[in-house]
């Protein structure tokens, strides 16, 4: 029989109908994208030669769908999934202390300002050695196995045994956990007598009382003009930053809108209130500022309600909603586009793939962009225009008014391993422990502390020692060409364990050898930059 034979065709085809199930003759509907799947999981089931996880391999396939969409739709596990949004929360449950395990012991790094652990008069540099009884010191103990015993549900009480020193007998404690707040806002103080400064952290669901309570403190202590830092920050909740940028922005400005395939346009305005309408306003912003701050700073930019000073921001204009799935886990779904008020999409080019998105960051860094603003490839070269009619570009990111340049001359690996190590930050504690008292009557203050301390030769010898007991081999070379790197980041940690984070911050910024953003910020205010760029002072 010829192979074309019509009853050859037919025997092939009452063949194949036992292995699938599905084929009829009268079979005319084109099967969903969805059945093909559930298919293949059925043959999976019914026919591979292994065993197969079935759920491990849905969740391959998941993530490997959301990959082929964009680089921020994302899958998360059930149980990874109140992990994942706890920062954004802006609090969990515990006794709230930061700590470090350094050479088997647990470290108090800071006590949490409001926290439980804070109120009984636990502080930094204190050791706990037990936790309800049991010995937690040179067991060789890890994170999560000091989270889970520290962690809890609030009401509940957990007893810490802790050593510290001038006590001859470790001090007992009895915690009762508690809401443990999760601060947004990292740091704020008065950089001179005018002009104040404020770090965010994330967009989290305190941002926003947090930062009202800061400018009203800032505002009473003499505030007239703000620097606000949101370097670093990669974004959070999209009702956080549009409330921030309401503080800033007059009645029915346009802040931001937001479009998509299956969401219609909607278009957000600030509202009547606003802490700091009036005064001059400088936002940093760097590779590291990403979604919510882009829509900060590009709504500022748009206005020309202030300055936008730093390098090239991240460039994540897609707005995200969470999908819970039936068995707990969820994904979050890029549903729009989020637009800047000139019309902007600072969306950067993802069409190579997530692997190539995710090395943007670096070949930034390759191509000289971070040094040099005439290195910077637009990818969209659409023009836009402010309220005042200056250039602005979309597509890749907020272009910065001032560009700062980062200086990668004091890089070593000498130093990249001390911070990969911890041997700066566990030095910075012991230091502390040991010295407090001496460091706090010589220096009574934060600004006493910058203008007066400094981190000599002897200081220095001393780390160069816990780094080799870190494994961390001695460099002389990467040691002389890091030094003033070095120095600056152990003494803001010094400041932080002495005082606060806002005290690290005061020390980085008032000299920082790498990254002039904050000085730039400064000269702005204080000289004719910000009248002679057109920014909108009154609104």
Same mark, same amino acid.
């Given at each position: 029989?010829?192979?074309?034979?019509?009853?050859?065709?037919?025997?092939?085809?009452?063949?194949?109908?036992?292995?699938?199930?599905?084929?009829?003759?009268?079979?005319?509907?084109?099967?969903?994208?969805?059945?093909?799947?559930?298919?293949?999981?059925?043959?999976?089931?019914?026919?591979?030669?292994?065993s197969v996880d079935q759920e491990k391999l849905v969740e391959e396939a998941i993530v490997s769908m959301l990959e082929e969409l964009d680089p921020h739709s994302i899958y998360i596990p059930k149980e990874e999934l109140?992990?994942?949004?706890?920062?954004?929360?802006?609090?969990?449950?515990?006794?709230?202390i930061q700590f470090n395990i350094?050479?088997?012991?647990?470290?108090?790094?800071?006590?949490?300002a409001g926290g439980p652990s804070e109120r009984l008069g636990i502080r930094a540099g204190d050791r706990i050695v037990r936790i309800d009884g049991e010995v937690v010191a040179g067991i060789g103990i890890k994170n999560p196995d000091v989270m889970k015993r520290l962690r809890g549900r609030k009401g509940t009480k957990v007893n810490v045994s802790i050593a510290r020193r001038g006590e001859a007998e470790p001090l007992e404690f009895a915690i009762t956990r508690d809401k443990i707040p999760i601060y947004s806002v990292e740091a704020s103080y008065m950089a001179t007598p005018t002009i104040g400064y404020i770090k965010v952290s994330r967009f989290s669901a305190t941002t926003t009382k947090e930062l009202r309570d800061k400018l009203d403190d800032l505002r009473g202590k003499g505030m007239q003009d703000l620097v606000l830092d949101l370097q670093g920050n990669g974004g959070g909740y999209l009702r956080s930053a549009i409330e921030m940028a309401d503080e800033f922005l007059a009645d029915r400005k346009l802040i931001v809108?937001?479009?998509?395939?299956?969401?219609?346009?909607?278009?957000?305005?600030?509202?009547?209130?606003?802490?700091?309408?009036?005064?001059?306003?400088?936002?940093?912003?760097?590779?590291?500022?990403?979604?919510?701050?882009?829509?900060?700073s590009g709504a500022v930019q748009d206005w020309d309600r202030g300055l936008v000073v730093g390098r090239r921001s991240f460039g994540k204009g897609l707005v995200q909603r969470p999908v819970m799935l039936p068995d707990g886990s969820a994904v979050r779904l890029t549903v729009s586009r989020y637009h800047t008020p000139s019309g902007r999409c600072i969306q950067k080019p993802y069409e190579e793939g997530v692997e190539a998105y995710r090395k943007e960051r670096a070949e930034r860094l390759a191509k000289g962009e971070l040094m040099h603003a005439d290195s910077i490839a637009?990818?969209?070269?659409?023009?836009?225009?402010?309220?005042?009619?200056?250039?602005?570009?979309?597509?890749?990111?907020?272009?910065?008014?001032?560009?700062?340049?980062?200086?990668?001359?004091?890089?070593?690996?000498?130093?990249?391993q001390l911070v990969r190590k911890g041997t700066l930050n566990t030095?910075?504690?012991?230091?502390?422990?040991?010295?407090?008292?001496?460091?706090?009557?010589?220096?009574?203050?934060?600004?006493?502390?910058?203008?007066?301390?400094?981190?000599?030769?002897?200081?220095?010898?001393?780390?160069? =020692?816990?780094?080799?007991?870190? %494994?961390?081999?001695?460099?002389?070379? &990467?040691? *002389? !060409?890091?030094?003033?790197?070095?120095?600056?980041?152990?003494?803001?940690?010094?400041?932080?364990?002495?005082?606060?984070?806002?005290?690290?911050?005061?020390?980085?910024?008032?000299?920082?050898p790498v990254d002039s953003s904050?000085?730039? =910020?400064?000269?702005?205010?204080? %000289?004719?930059?910000?009248?002679?760029? &057109?920014? *909108? !002072?009154?609104q």
């Open positions: 029989m010829h192979p074309s034979h019509p009853l050859r065709s037919l025997a092939v085809f009452l063949a194949l109908v036992p292995l699938t199930g599905q084929l009829t003759w009268a079979q005319t509907v084109k099967p969903s994208p969805a059945s093909k799947l559930e298919a293949l999981l059925y043959h999976i089931d019914r026919m591979y030669v292994d109140e992990e994942v949004n706890e920062p954004l929360k802006g609090n969990f449950e515990g006794v709230g350094v050479r088997d012991t647990i470290y108090v790094v800071d006590a949490i809108y937001t479009e998509g395939r299956n969401t219609p346009r909607e278009n957000t305005f600030a509202t009547a209130e606003g802490r700091f309408e009036k005064g001059r306003l400088v936002v940093l912003v760097d590779e590291g500022s990403a979604s919510a701050s882009e829509i900060v637009l990818a969209d070269t659409a023009r836009y225009f402010t309220m005042n009619k200056r250039v602005v570009f979309g597509g890749g990111g907020i272009m910065p008014d001032i560009f700062v340049a980062i200086d990668t001359s004091l890089s070593s690996d000498y130093f990249g030095f910075a504690l012991g230091l502390v422990d040991r010295e407090r008292d001496r460091l706090l009557r010589a220096h009574s203050h934060v600004g006493a502390f910058i203008d007066q301390y400094r981190v000599d030769d002897a200081v220095l010898r001393d780390l160069e =020692a816990a780094a080799k007991a870190d %494994g961390v081999e001695p460099d002389p070379g &990467g040691l *002389a !060409r890091s030094r003033p790197l070095i120095a600056l980041r152990l003494k803001a940690l010094l400041a932080r364990d002495l005082w606060d984070t806002s005290a690290y911050w005061q020390v980085i910024n008032a000299d920082n904050f000085r730039k =910020a400064l000269e702005a205010l204080q %000289g004719d930059t910000y009248e002679r760029m &057109g920014m *909108a !002072r009154q």
